[in-house]
């Protein structure tokens, strides 16, 4: 059994990270910072110019530590990450368009979905009023939606 778990480790990364999440005592510190680091230069790279970003690859990210995380804040700690890079994007570049802030604001919902099912809307509700304040002048509708969101999960 520890020869197959030792070859699984070795021929799949989906694998390493886990066990990596899993049995390293800052292991999912480290992944989280990983999978953030892909979010960012996904959106806005060091070098060059982040136009081309992927959506594709940046939910992937969100997506792959989600499985790996047995820390709910982390959870909700990226998928918040997600949009405010995203929020970062689009006012360094213009308004993009709207698939992309419908996925901006798909994200939103789900990481306040999360929070509620996990009773910690609290450690999060300034970071989601943040991003909401950080759209101000933003086109397609999405501060409006945004704001009417946030409105609705935190009611006065």
Not at 39 to 60: M, N, Q, T
Not at 73 to 87: F, H, R, T
Request: glycine share 6%; aromatic share 16%; with cysteine.
């Amino acid at each position: 059994m520890i020869e197959e778990i030792k070859k699984l480790h070795k021929l799949y990364p989906d694998v390493r990270e886990y066990y990596q999440a899993q049995l390293s005592e800052r292991g999912e510190e480290e992944l989280l910072k990983r999978y953030k680091k892909i979010i960012r230069d996904e959106f806005l790279p060091k070098r060059g110019w982040g136009g081309d970003a992927s959506l594709l690859v940046a939910c992937k990210a969100v997506s792959d530590f989600t499985k790996f995380s047995r820390n709910n804040k982390n959870v909700v700690d990226i998928m918040i990450y997600y949009v405010e890079i995203g929020v970062e994007y689009t006012n360094a570049f213009g308004d993009i368009d709207e698939p992309f802030y419908a996925s901006m604001e798909r994200m939103y919902e789900q990481a306040y979905e999360y929070v509620t099912e996990n009773v910690i809307e609290y450690l999060f509700r300034s970071r989601f009023e943040k991003i909401v304040k950080d759209t101000k002048g933003t086109g397609w509708g999405f501060h409006d939606n945004l704001q009417d969101m946030f409105y609705e999960f935190f009611p006065g």
